[in-house]
């Protein structure tokens, strides 16, 4: 059976990665589609998990369901990020082998790699280096989750992967000043100060940190790719294959909104990993490559967010 006929969970349908894999499974002719809100099924309690899976019977299963966030989101809340994501994919992970799940694919991310790996980076050199501390609770749980999915192939035989996407955006992201990441929080602080004809808008950090923006909807892509022509238990890099500066990012954000005046710095707030690019040698070898320029990909975005601003929460 395909996956197009079978019964397929999106955990963690209504975040960026969740709803973008369900945009894009039901533009493939995803037929059923299971989908719980946290309300319905909390992923963090292992008998409702248990349930949900004795009762739905998933074919296939995309972990897309985390506590995630930006660097001061990661800083103020490390037993949450760390008890959360331990426990969302320790119970689906086992409830998924235990009850038949022909595959499943766990998203991890790039801050899984070494502070200070050489880049772009490899998915060889996972373990080979210490953590970047703003984020390594976090870090420390999705390496748990790669290392999980790598041990239930070996003594299982349980056929699951592990993609690790770079920073991502796109439509549905998290604009919350104090939790999002970067770029969500840029754009809506330009965004707020061009509309109230402000002068300055605060970037933290110096801008000199590099990352790389890779659009949800190519990730969404990538994973529904490997899904079907992946099986291994080496984690596999999805990234855009540039990056840019913080500074940089500021800018073209601020030229997208429309936004003329200051960008100042605030060097008092972390900066985080200096850099993070990923090598993404091993996908593109396998015939995906990514196609959302980062300027059109905020376009958009900023056009989503522009007809969704009045029920974003703050
Ligand atoms: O996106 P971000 O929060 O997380 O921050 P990371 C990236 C860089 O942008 C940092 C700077 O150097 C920030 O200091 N920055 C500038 C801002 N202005 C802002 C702002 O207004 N808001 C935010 N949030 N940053 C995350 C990890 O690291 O990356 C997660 O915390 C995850 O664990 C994710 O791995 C992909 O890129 O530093």
Redesign the pocket.
Known sequence: MSWQQAPVYVAGHGGLVGAALVRRLTAGGATRLLLRTRAQLDLRRQADVERFFVEQQPRYVFLAAAR????????SQPAQ?LRDNLLIQANVIDAAYRHGVSKLLFLG????YPREAPQPMREQYLLTGSL?P??EW??VA?IAGLKMCQAYRREFGFDAISVM????YGPGDNFS?T????????MR?CDEAQRVHASTV????????R?EFLHVDDLADACVYLMEHYESEDPINVGWGRDVS?AE??RLVARVVGFQGELR??PS?????PR?LLDISRLTALGWRPRIELVEGLASTYGWYCAHRQELRS
Do not use: M, Q
């Open positions: 995630v966030g930006g660097i001061e989101a990661n800083r990020f991310s790039s801050c899984i970047e703003t984020n976090y870090a999705k996407p770079t920073n991502l000043l939790t999002s990441h970067v770029l969500a929080a840029l602080k605060e970037v933290w950090g110096t801008g000199a940190p990352r913080v990012l500021a710095f605030d707030r972390p900066d985080g990993t993070k």
